[in-house]
């Protein structure tokens, strides 16, 4: 069997594929494990500095693989356990990345699936792909961080259609809706999340992962909470390497050549 999770790095992007496209991605443990060892990598290892995910075939991920939940018989099946030890640990080690992620959708995104893309930072997807909050058409409800981020991306009125309904969301209505960055050609997807990953790779990392921060820690904070934030973000910002050199390229009228540290 082809390995659930494929990952290589080159030139500081860690491209990270989900790999079971005969279930549109599904995820099952172990798909789990290697996506979260990825992360780990990407985490610690300075020759990372953006992350990019997709999947592998015609979806991005199915969500949850279905045909490995036996309802058969009178057990009683917790789902918080998987919630607990496998979709929130990754969901967390997503945010808390102190690097990039940006995410090629390149089909069907639903359920957890769909969510997983959204906890990434920049969400491009192919024209002809999808996202479905497909719980309660199974008689759950959003999990993966989709009912924080639903109503703070599209509003509360399209968060509850999307949750409520299940109804499949192209594209570039995603897109209209602030749900996601892009919608792009299919055929020019990985070009251009290849990019702009490229691009991020070449970035003032460390000053990325700020922002990740200040923009995640507003969601709760107050203006007063946040102004203290961003004076102790940009004192860490303003001791980095590359804000040195971002200074002289300025100056000096060339581009920067950042190092990520
Ligand atoms: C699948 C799946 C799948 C297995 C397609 N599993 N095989 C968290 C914690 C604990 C428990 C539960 O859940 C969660 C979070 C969740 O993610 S819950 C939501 C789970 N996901 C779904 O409910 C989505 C299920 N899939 C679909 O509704 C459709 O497959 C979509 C709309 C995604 C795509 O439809 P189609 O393009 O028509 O493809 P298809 O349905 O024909 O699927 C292709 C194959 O993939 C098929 O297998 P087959 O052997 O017949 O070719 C499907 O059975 C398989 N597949 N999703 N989640």
Not at 92 to 101: E, F, Q
Request: charged content about 25%; aromatic content about 4%; proline content about 4%.
């Amino acid at each position: 069997m082809p390995p659930p999770i494929l990952a290589s790095v080159e030139a500081g992007v860690q491209t990270i594929t989900l790999n079971r496209p005969e279930r549109l991605n599904a995820f099952n443990p172990e798909m789990h494990g290697l996506l979260r060892q990825a992360l780990e990598r990407a985490a610690d290892d300075d020759a990372v500095r953006t992350v990019l995910l997709t999947g592998a075939g015609r979806g991005f991920c199915a969500g949850q693989d279905l045909s490995e939940r036996d309802l058969g018989g009178d057990a009683v099946i917790d789902l918080s356990v998987t919630i607990e030890t496998l979709y929130n640990p990754l969901v967390r080690r997503m945010r808390a990345l102190p690097k990039p992620i940006v995410c090629a959708v390149n089909g069907v995104a639903a359920g957890a699936g769909a969510n997983v893309a959204l906890a990434c930072d920049l969400v491009l997807a192919a024209r002809s792909a999808s996202f479905i909050q497909a719980f309660a058409r199974i008689g759950l409800v959003p999990d993966s961080g989709g009912s924080w981020v639903l109503p703070r991306l599209v509003g509360r009125a399209r968060a509850v259609g999307l949750a409520l309904l299940g109804d499949k969301l192209g594209a570039e209505d995603a897109e209209r809706w602030g749900l996601i960055w892009k919608a792009v050609d299919d055929d020019k997807l990985m070009a251009e999340a290849g990019a702009l990953a490229s691009g991020l790779a070449a970035g003032p990392t460390c000053a990325y992962g700020l922002i990740k921060r200040a923009l995640d820690d507003s969601e709760t904070n107050t203006l007063e909470a946040q102004l203290d934030l961003e004076r102790d973000l940009q004192r860490k910002a303003g001791l980095t390497e590359d804000y040195r050199e971002g200074v002289a390229a300025f100056l000096e009228k060339r581009k920067a050549q950042f190092k990520g540290k």
